[in-house]
């Protein structure tokens, strides 16, 4: 075994880098390791690991509530940021009900 207190400052450096790519090394073997046998037990009782994850669900887009005043292609659903037409349309004097769709 390596003597650390007799190691130079660059070799200790590189020692721990060394120590640092191998630990990452061994997470990805592991992980891989992890998925194939949770495939396998999946497999094993007829399933995918996207079914038993729910992953077969699909996320259903929120309809457009608001609708620029002239050009309709641009809307909104009212959530998240408000988007910059639409704030101007506030600007202009328009009402969040007349941008409504």
Known sequence: MTNL?????????????????????????????????????????????????????????APAKYAHPDNPALTWTGRGRKPKWFLDALKNGLSETDLQI
């Open 5 to 61: 207190n007799t190691m130079t400052r660059d070799e200790l450096l590189q020692l721990q880098k060394d120590v640092a790519k191998a630990l990452k090394s061994l997470e990805t073997r592991r992980k891989k390791e992890a998925l194939a046998a949770a495939e396998a037990a999946a497999r094993e009782k007829g399933y995918t690991l996207n079914q038993l994850a729910g992953a077969s669900a699909t996320k259903i887009p």
